[in-house]
């Protein structure tokens, strides 16, 4: 079945650093991938999506490019701040059984 | 816009007693989730509704789970009798059912069972 597997955490950055979070996925059709955050006490928001191959998506300086022939879709941000801690989910919308899939998450500590 | 609004935020109870978390979806969408968050299991997909019909409930993890959803507007999830493993936090999410499938969470019920 679908799967979704990113680097396990946690991962620990100084503010300003580069971040880069890796995401693959398994699904035999054509599915939408997210990049869902979730701060303390909160539920999981959307923070970026991408529905078909080469799209990029973009929001808070965040970005991720769909990468079918890699079937990746690892979330990249050039200077993170300590408000970007947070734990980060890859998932993956299976259109035929409605269902997102998610990752286990990477959990972020940015350090000022 | 109201978003997804869960009930309560914090539950405490005792091994044993029965357990009704609830729900409100966001008006107009028509898909109704329930999900589980632990450390160990990560985020589990309990049950799904689609126009308050019972889709999925394949995550549901025993008996001892049921979920209801009674109109467009309301959903429970129910254990009964609860236990100490399922201390957990409990996501509900809603979803308009367009082309992109973007799920829109409320705050979670966090369950402690002694």
């Known amino acids: 079945g679908d799967s979704v597997t990113q680097m396990e955490g946690p991962v620990t950055l100084s503010e300003e650093a580069f971040l880069t979070i890796n995401c693959t996925y398994t699904a035999t059709g054509y599915p939408s991938l997210f990049w869902y955050v979730q701060y303390p006490g909160e539920g999981l928001q959307l923070l970026l999506k991408?529905?078909?191959?080469?799209d990029k998506g973009s929001n808070k300086g965040f970005e991720a490019t769909y990468r079918k022939e890699t079937t990746s879709f690892h979330l990249e941000k050039g200077s993170v701040q300590v408000s970007d801690s947070a734990v980060y989910f890859c998932a993956l919308w299976d259109t035929g059984g409605f269902k997102t899939i998610f990752g286990a998450g990477t959990r972020l500590f940015v350090k000022a | 816009d109201a978003g997804v609004i869960q009930s309560p935020r914090h539950e405490v109870t005792e091994m044993g007693q029965e357990v009704t978390l609830r729900c409100k979806p966001i008006?107009?969408?028509?898909?109704l989730f329930w999900y589980r968050q632990t450390m160990m299991r990560g985020l589990e997909l309990l049950i799904y509704f689609n126009n308050n019909v019972p889709i999925d409930d394949s995550g549901m993890p025993e008996d001892r789970f049921s979920a209801k959803m009674p109109n467009a507007s309301f959903s429970t999830l129910k254990i009964q009798p609860s236990e100490p493993r399922d201390s957990a936090v409990y996501f509900c999410a809603s979803s308009s059912g367009t082309a992109t499938g973007e799920l829109f969470f409320g705050e979670g019920s966090r369950l402690t069972v002694l």
């Open positions: 008006s107009g969408h028509d898909y």
């Open positions: 991408a529905t078909k191959a080469d």
